[in-house]
């Protein structure tokens, strides 16, 4: 499967921005699929993610309450709704997918996924 991640951009802090992901190659909705970030000069690190079929999702306690998983099946989309963006959130974000989970935590792990986006940047000025 091949991702495509789009939507970042600059926005002010406070504000909201909303990422696509759409996938093609393959039966999206085989793919349990996952955002990630990558602060300027940090590792790579879990933000989302979502089963196959959207009945379980899954947050970093930094974006709970904040920011927002969810997917399209019929139109291959993952997106992540990103509301009261604070400038810690500043980083190039990664979609990635899966086509099985053995467990809910295995959906943090970055060596879980199979497949990756090419990131889209996302700037938060203060």
């Known amino acids: 499967v091949q991702l495509q991640a789009f939507g970042g951009g600059l926005v002010q802090a406070g504000g909201s921005l909303r990422l696509s992901c759409v996938a093609s190659?393959?039966?999206?909705?085989?793919?349990?699929m996952g955002w990630f970030r990558q602060p300027p000069g940090k590792e790579r690190e879990f933000v989302s993610a979502?089963?196959?079929?959207?009945?379980?999702?899954y947050y970093a306690d930094s974006v709970k309450g904040r920011f927002t998983i969810s997917r399209d099946n019929a139109k291959t989309t993952v997106y992540l709704q990103m509301n009261s963006l604070k400038p810690e959130d500043t980083a190039v974000y990664y979609c990635?997918?899966?086509?099985?989970?053995?467990?809910?935590?295995?959906?943090?792990?970055?060596?879980?996924?199979?497949?990756w986006g090419q990131g889209t940047q996302v700037t938060v000025s203060s």
């Open positions: 979502i089963s196959r079929g959207g009945g379980s999702t």
């Open positions: 190659g393959d039966t999206f909705s085989r793919y349990n």
């Open positions: 990635a997918a899966v086509p099985r989970i053995y467990s809910g935590s295995y959906y943090q792990k970055i060596e879980s996924y199979d497949y």
